[in-house]
C-alpha cells in the first residue's frame, strides 16, 4: 500500500521550533516531486515547500523563506520539515505531498496531516 505517514506536529509557542517528518512506504519518495502544504482554519490549502524530482531544487513560499528548511533522508525514504522562528500565523494542519508525472499519467499521495500551533 502507498502511503505516506506525517509525525513531529504539536504545540509551541512563538519563536520557537518543530520538526515535522513524513515517511513513505510503499514507493521510493526520490522519484517523486515531495514536499509540504498547509491548511489553516477558513483557508485554503496551500503549498509550503516541495523539492523537485529531477533536480533537486527546493521550492519555498515567501511567507516560509529563512525560516523553514526541508530535507530529505534518501535511505529512510522520509522527508523532513524544519520549522525555526515560528509564528502564530504558521498555525495549520500541515499536509506531507508527493507527485509523479509520467506521460500522460499522475501520481499524487497526501500524508493525513499533522497540527502545528503556535501560541503568541
Known amino acids: 500500500e502507498m502511503q505516506l505517514v506525517e509525525s513531529g506536529g504539536g504545540l509551541v509557542q512563538a519563536g520557537g521550533s518543530l520538526r515535522l517528518s513524513c515517511a513513505a512506504s510503499?514507493?521510493?519518495?526520490?522519484?517523486?516531486?515531495r514536499g509540504w502544504f498547509r491548511q489553516a482554519p477558513g483557508k485554503d490549502r496551500e503549498v509550503v515547500s516541495m523539492?523537485?524530482?529531477?533536480?533537486?531544487?527546493?521550492y519555498y513560499a515567501d511567507s516560509v523563506k529563512d525560516r523553514f528548511t526541508l530535507f530529505t533522508d534518501n535511505a529512510k525514504n522520509t522527508i523532513y520539515l524544519q520549522m525555526n522562528s515560528l509564528k502564530p500565523e504558521d498555525t495549520a494542519v500541515y499536509y506531507c505531498?508527493?507527485?509523479?508525472?509520467?506521460?500522460?499519467?499522475?501520481?499524487?499521495?497526501w500524508g493525513q496531516g499533522t497540527q502545528v500551533t503556535v501560541s503568541s
Open positions: 523539492i523537485s524530482s529531477r533536480h533537486g531544487s527546493t
Open positions: 510503499g514507493f521510493s519518495l526520490d522519484a517523486y516531486a
Open positions: 505531498y508527493a507527485l509523479q508525472l509520467l506521460d500522460a499519467d499522475r501520481y499524487d499521495y
